[in-house]
């Protein structure tokens, strides 16, 4: 069993920066690849960022360059920093994480291939 919980969500203005958080709780002995996923109001949910068990990191095209996705295993505690975040930033952001998802390549990744989901956390960028 795993569980998430994400912590860190704010409302911010643009140009601001924000660490979002998740819990790790699972088998010690657990691979899991993570990610880092959001949903706009009326949109659908995207990717944002994932981690794989080898430290292999992606980025959706928007973030790339200002989002940074990581990982401290002492802590068991996977962050995602946000800095020069925009409007279009906003969103409920979730973390995510599967055993099973590491077998796919890492760019191929969709949220359907994650079992274990956080609760969520708001994030508000103001213009």
């Known amino acids: 069993q795993v569980q998430l919980v994400e912590s860190g969500g704010s409302s911010v203005q643009e140009g601001g920066s924000l660490t979002l958080s998740c819990a790790v709780s699972?088998?010690?002995?657990?691979?899991?690849?993570m990610g880092w996923f959001r949903q706009a109001p009326g949109k659908e949910r995207e990717g944002v960022a994932s981690?794989?068990?080898?430290?292999?990191?992606r980025y959706e095209d928007s973030v790339k360059g200002r989002f940074t996705i990581s990982k401290d295993n002492a802590k068991n505690t996977l962050y995602l920093q946000m800095n020069n975040l925009k409007p279009e930033d906003t969103a409920v952001y979730y973390c995510?994480?599967?055993?099973?998802?590491?077998?796919?390549?890492?760019?191929?990744?969709?949220?359907?291939?994650?079992?274990?989901w956080g609760q969520g956390t708001q994030v508000t960028v103001s213009s």
């Open positions: 995510a994480a599967d055993v099973a998802v590491c077998l796919v390549e890492q760019k191929y990744w969709v949220g359907a291939d994650f079992g274990y």
């Open positions: 699972a088998h010690p002995r657990s691979r899991l690849c």
């Open positions: 981690l794989d068990t080898d430290g292999n990191t």
